[in-house]
């Protein structure tokens, strides 16, 4: 079996949205524009999909108050430096910035609603 998409409840999917497509790059799929706004998203391979929605049936995380590592989105990123400040400046909070000894580096961020993004340059990709 493979992947076809990874799903989560987030407090304003519209925006969610919105800021992944401008600033991650992530791809539309499909978009509802009513409640609960659900929204699948493709990264730039067309393989993998996100798909975030507003659904009061079901609780939203306190993404805030979650450890990173209890829940993030890894992206493969070229510079994940340029990234970071990129990101930062468009309303991202940073959290770590590690460079392993195999020579990856590894930075985490929170998004402006508090999902965490993890931006990946492996020394040996993984996929």
Request: aromatic fraction near 8%; proline fraction near 7%.
């Amino acid at each position: 079996m493979k992947f076809e998409h990874f799903a989560i409840n987030v407090p304003n999917a519209p925006a969610v949205s919105l800021w992944y497509e401008e600033h991650l790059g992530l791809i539309v799929k499909k978009k509802m524009a009513e409640s609960p706004f659900m929204t699948f998203l493709a990264d730039d391979s067309g393989t993998v999909m996100l798909e975030i929605y507003t659904n009061p049936k079901g609780e939203t995380l306190d993404f805030e108050s979650l450890h990173p590592l209890a829940v993030h989105l890894a992206l493969v990123s070229e510079d994940p430096a340029a990234d970071k400040a990129r990101l930062i400046a468009a309303g991202a909070t940073g959290i770590s910035d590690d460079r392993l000894p195999d020579g990856s580096h590894l930075v985490m961020l929170r998004d402006p609603w508090g999902i965490c993004l993890q931006l990946c340059k492996r020394a040996n990709p993984m996929i």
